[in-house]
């Protein structure tokens, strides 16, 4: 089955600076790749996601890449804000499938 | 819209009884996912329904964790009898069949003392 690798898994930054985190799947049939915001006592939120069609695609300050020939995806944010301090998740499904695998989760610490 | 809603938020019971977590998916959304959250394991699907038969129930740890979705608009989670080591934080994420994004509910920490 997928097996989904995320890295790293604690990140702290200074407000304004730039955080990423990057992810790999195992799976070449894998075609869609979301990323999910946990905050405190809540749910993972759906904040952005990529098709195997597309190489990269942005949404204010984050933004995700993909490669598929090295089956490697990331995730942007830029101008970091407190706000931005949560968990994030990284995930990919097939096409055959209709299940999400998640990667382990990286915790991010935005220091004002 | 209300968004997928969970119940209980939390729970705690005594080892060896039952449990029962509810959800009710997005209106309109066929498809109806039961994760589970800890630190050592992480995020992991327990069972998915597509208009409400189950399709997937390989990541169900054990028979005593059951699933069912009697309608479109409701399912259950029920661990009977429960275990210490059930304790952790239960999702329901709903989805439209042939639309890849899933959205969460907020979760049942369950705690087993």
């Known amino acids: 089955g997928e097996n989904v690798e995320q890295h790293p898994s604690t990140l702290s930054v200074q407000e304004g600076d730039s955080a990423v985190i990057k992810c790999t799947y195992s799976?070449?049939?894998?075609?869609?790749f979301p990323w999910y915001k946990q905050e405190l006592g809540k749910g993972p939120q759906l904040i952005i996601d990529i098709r195997s069609n597309v190489g990269e695609k942005k949404d204010q300050r984050i933004a995700v890449t993909l490669n598929k020939t090295a089956k490697h995806f990331s995730l942007h944010i830029t101008e970091t804000q407190p706000e931005d301090s949560a968990v994030y998740f990284c995930a990919a499904k097939t096409a055959a499938g209709n299940k999400l695998t998640f990667g382990g989760g990286t915790r991010v610490l935005v220091k004002p | 819209d209300a968004g997928v809603i969970q119940s209980p938020r939390h729970e705690v019971t005594e080892m060896g009884q039952e449990v029962t977590l509810r959800c009710k998916p997005i209106?309109?959304?066929?498809?109806l996912f039961w994760y589970r959250q800890t630190m050592m394991r992480g995020l992991e699907l327990l069972i998915y329904f597509n208009n409400n038969v189950p399709i997937d129930d390989s990541g169900m740890p054990e028979d005593r964790f059951s699933a069912k979705m009697p309608n479109a608009s409701f399912s259950t989670l029920k661990i009977q009898p429960s275990e210490p080591r059930d304790s952790a934080v239960y999702f329901c994420?709903?989805?439209?069949?042939?639309?890849?994004?899933?959205?969460f509910g907020q979760g049942t920490r369950l705690t087993v003392v």
């Open positions: 994420a709903s989805s439209l069949a042939g639309r890849a994004e899933a959205f």
């Open positions: 799976d070449s049939a894998s075609n869609y």
């Open positions: 209106s309109g959304h066929n498809s």
